[in-house]
DNA sequence: GCTGTGACGCCAT
DNA sequence: AATGGCGCCACAG
């Protein structure tokens, strides 16, 4: 049995429109789980292969990808063109994070 | 059912 | 600004 909590990540995770991000707690948080960030980028390192999620609409509460070597720069260019703009590999969080409609 | 782990977050230096 | 340490919790072994 899968937990609540998962379910509700993938079904917020795929909500996000496209040229808009969502940082791990913030995802963790409306899940109803607000220490929940890890679980959150455990559930994409598992499912983001099986599921259609756009993983890479995930970020940090940084506005830095989390990811290193070659995925982070997928994820990166994946971002860039859907027209969200990088500075020194951080994107501003007030112009490009998205807020979640209900919670 | 106990233990280790992780694409994290926050606060104290 | 950069680092380090601790907390938190679902899942795999």
Redesign the pocket.
Known sequence: M??K??LDVIHIIKSIPKGKVM????I?FIAG??????????????M??KEQLP??R?????GK???GGE?GII?KSRLVDEDIIFKNDRINLRKFQYHYPNE
């Not at 940082?23 to 913030?26: N, P």
């Not at 789980?33 to 598992?46: E, K, T």
């Open positions: 899968i937990e909590f998962t940082t791990y707690g913030q963790a789980n607000p220490f929940g960030a890890r679980q959150v980028a455990r559930i994409l390192h598992s983001s292969q993983w890479h995930v970020i940090n509460a940084q990808i989390s990811l995925m994820q």
